[in-house]
């Protein structure tokens, strides 16, 4: 199965008080390594946009008000994500947007089962600290010089490395096992094939060798 890391941008931090997604990232990867297929689409919430929220993203209800509303995304987005792992930080907060969205256009919520959660990995891994995504990039290393507002599509790269790290797998796994060529297996086998005779005089000369070099050393 591929996993998909996905991340959401909003107007607020309520879907139920009227906020609305505003941008929506997911990254395919395939065993934690990227494919090349990305979905991003920024998304017209038909709605203004408060200041708070304009300073987290940057996205002005100006900017938004010429994209594609949810409903116009929602089937692609659903491809993207059908039969795949599901990875996101704080997952609750983004499940309940797209959740919500889904809902108004009678279309199936998502199932919780394949979805994983890295905070929840987070927080049991290190208790009582804090977990948030720019801690957890700072805690393993990762490069955030990149991130001077949240942005949901460079947050899914972000969240690939913090995931890799929170599961200490540090590089691709290879099967090595069965990766010996019946080249090497033949060389292998042919390595000190051949067998030197030796004459009966040298033989002679080295029995002849090892009594007075013995004889000497002995006594």
């Known amino acids: 199965m591929n996993e998909v890391f996905l991340d959401t941008e909003t107007t607020g931090l309520s879907f139920k008080e009227g906020h609305k997604i505003v941008e929506i990232a997911c990254i395919e990867t395939k065993d934690l390594i990227p494919t090349g297929n990305v979905f991003h689409k920024l998304i017209n919430p038909k709605r203004n946009m408060p200041n708070e929220a304009f300073k987290v993203h940057g996205f002005s209800e100006e900017f938004l008000k010429d994209k594609e509303t949810f409903d116009m995304i929602a089937d692609e987005f659903l491809d993207f994500i059908r039969d795949k792992k599901i990875i996101i930080h704080n997952a609750p907060f983004d499940l309940s947007f797209l959740d919500g969205e889904l809902g108004l256009i009678k279309k199936s919520k998502i199932d919780k089962i394949s979805v994983v959660d890295t905070l929840e990995i987070a ?34 790269e972000l969240l690939r490395e913090v995931y890799i790290n929170l599961l200490d797998v540090k590089e691709p796994k290879f099967n090595l096992t069965n990766n010996i060529s019946e080249q090497s297996i033949s060389k292998t086998k042919d390595y000190c094939k051949t067998i030197l005779k030796i004459s009966d005089e040298e033989i002679k000369k080295h029995k002849d060798f090892l009594k007075s070099e013995l004889k000497k050393n002995f006594y």
């Open 123 to 156: 927080r049991n891994k290190f208790p009582g600290t804090s977990n948030s995504l720019d801690a957890l990039c700072k805690k393993f290393s990762v490069d955030l010089s990149r991130r001077t507002k949240h942005n949901a599509l460079l947050d899914c």
